[in-house]
């Protein structure tokens, strides 16, 4: 079992930067690949981002793609999203989730999740 929480949530003017953090406890964290997603009112979990158990590979949806970076520090088992020159279509509540597989996009191989963070960016 993974225990993941978010953190690092707010509300911003568009342009703000912001970085989401991500815990984790239970099992060996560096066993994981990690994925940051995100659900807005009314519409389906889409993802942002992810990242191979090592950091050395990141995936990025095209939405996000030079303005989120995801990395993570095994030694404090936390995942990070930095997220810079945001947007209003950023809001949602961001969910940072764990799989014991390779990184993907896909949200049903992911085997852990957060509660989640709430990020608002007004215009």
């Known amino acids: 079992q993974v225990q993941l929480v978010e953190s690092g949530g707010g509300l911003v003017q568009a342009g703000a930067s912001l970085r989401l953090s991500c815990a984790a406890s239970?099992?060996?964290?560096?066993?994981?690949?990690m994925g940051w997603f995100r659900q807005a009112p009314g519409k389906e979990r889409e993802f942002v981002a992810a990242l191979s158990r090592s950091g050395g590979s990141t995936y990025y949806a095209d939405s996000v793609k030079g303005r989120f970076t995801i990395y993570r520090d095994n030694a404090k088992s936390t995942v990070y999203l930095q997220m810079n020159s945001l947007k209003p279509e950023d809001t949602a509540v961001y969910h940072c989730?764990?799989?014991?597989?390779?990184?993907?996009?896909?949200?049903?191989?992911?085997?852990?999740w957060g509660q989640g963070t709430q990020v608002t960016v007004s215009s």
């Open positions: 239970g099992r060996t964290f560096s066993s994981y690949a």
């Open positions: 989730a764990a799989t014991g597989r390779s990184f993907t996009t896909m949200k049903s191989w992911y085997d852990y």
